[in-house]
């Protein structure tokens, strides 16, 4: 039976369809191998159909410069009539979409394998320029015996101006999307860490920590929500993956993960803390709680994601806001970051649990956590005036007590 060509690859079956195009399952005539042929018919794209070849070729481009364990690997682009397509490394496994799809948590152990494996490709594919800007769990192959593998550079960017990507154009996922990119700014690779972030949250807890009824709501609540702690939904998260989730989806950039290679260390070091606490401790199942609802950050939250120049803080927390949920006038306590979930407290607190040296407050939030402070200050336990009164009352009580029985 003969197969349809492209050049020399021979469409054996199709295995999925996505924005960008159909990808094939095809055998490379040349070299006999199995390969992932992904095609556009550019005789469907009316508009800007030159534009829109130039990017395939573009994030053939990208991803053909990446070699990496992590990383799909490219072998070939071309184009047969009107059919553009690109030949990549076939993968026998699913997509991470599938695992998390039924709204379960994966195994610990499982989920940071995974999240440790992205993080460690996106630091590489960072460091050679190309930013991906669509990290969502349908661009992530998972192999049952080998490793984890990003895919579908479709809308990478090297860090230089371009045409085909500029500031104002909304792309990529909005489920997974960063703050930075609903308001439509420029996207660099902080905000691959921040859409990893969300991806890690999802396979601690089974659902997403940011969603609304339709993509506007969705869009507001990546800006002004802050969801509760992994670990308040699925018990068997530590502390640790509490504060490094935090710090991967912080809003102001300033307190996110500046580098995917930090977050990837830290995620290496929590998978070998839980690793260990595994081997002293029977094993349990999954312990889930009911889930809590995200919190409302203060009304300066967009000016910190949009400015980038304000800093919160506690204090600025307690003030009073606008609710015109409630009523146009009425006002009540902004809820900002929970103390358990707040990203600009969680690299001190990361130092802490990977017993890190200490470091002037100031830079430990340029710090990876584990060259931030060794310790914390142990709050001292003080008195409060009900304490001092239930003491006196009592001693006042012993003494009726001593002069009416004597």
Not at 62 to 71: E, K, R, S, T
Not at 209 to 220: K, Q, R
Not at 238 to 249: F, Q, R
Request: charged fraction near 20%; proline fraction near 6%; hydrophobic fraction near 45%.
């Amino acid at each position: 039976m003969d197969h349809p060509q492209l050049g020399r690859y021979a469409i054996q079956s199709e295995l999925g369809r996505g924005a960008m195009g159909i990808v094939y399952k095809a055998t490379d005539s040349a070299l006999e191998r199995v390969v992932a042929v992904k095609t556009v018919n550019m005789a469907l794209e009316r508009d800007g159909a030159d534009r829109y070849e130039e990017r395939f070729y573009q994030e053939a481009r990208a991803a053909a410069g990446l070699n990496h364990p992590n990383i799909v690997t490219v072998h070939d682009v071309g184009k047969s009539g009107e059919v553009v397509y690109m030949a990549m490394e076939y993968i026998e496994g699913v997509e991470l979409r599938s695992l998390i799809g039924e709204g379960r948590p994966l195994r610990l152990a499982q989920a940071l394998s995974i999240a440790a494996q992205v993080a460690e490709g996106l630091a590489f594919a960072h460091s050679r320029g190309v930013v991906h800007r669509d990290i969502k769990p349908a661009n992530i192959m998972v192999v049952a015996n080998g490793p984890v593998k990003i895919t579908d550079f479709g809308i990478a960017r090297r860090r230089v101006s371009s045409e085909l990507t500029q500031t104002g154009m909304l792309m990529g996922s909005p489920k997974y999307m960063s703050p930075e990119q609903v308001i439509g700014k420029r996207a660099d690779h902080r905000s691959d860490i921040f859409s990893l972030g969300v991806i890690v949250y999802e396979m601690l807890t089974g659902a997403a920590p940011f969603n609304g009824e339709n993509v506007t709501a969705l869009m507001y609540q990546t800006v002004n929500f802050v969801p509760p702690a992994p670990s308040q939904i699925n018990a068997e998260v530590p502390v640790l993956l509490d504060h490094i989730v935090a710090k991967m989806i912080a809003k102001p950039l300033e307190e996110r993960y500046q580098d995917a290679a930090e977050a990837a260390r830290d995620l290496r070091e929590c998978e070998r803390q839980a690793a260990a606490s595994a081997a002293t401790l029977p094993p349990v199942g999954t312990t889930t709680v009911p889930a809590v609802p995200p919190k409302l950050t203060d009304a300066e939250s967009n000016t910190v994601v949009m400015a980038q120049s304000v800093n919160r803080t506690r204090q600025v927390d307690q003030e009073p806001v606008a609710d015109t949920a409630l009523s146009p006038t009425a006002t009540v306590p902004a809820q900002g970051l929970a103390k358990s979930f707040d990203s600009s407290e969680a690299t001190q607190r990361l130092a802490t649990l990977t017993g890190a040296a200490t470091l002037p407050s100031e830079a430990a939030l340029r710090q990876t956590a584990t060259q931030a402070v060794k310790s914390l200050p142990v709050a001292r336990v003080t008195w409060r005036r009900r304490d001092w009164a239930l003491v006196a009352g009592a001693a006042l009580c012993g003494l009726l007590a001593a002069l009416l029985f004597r």
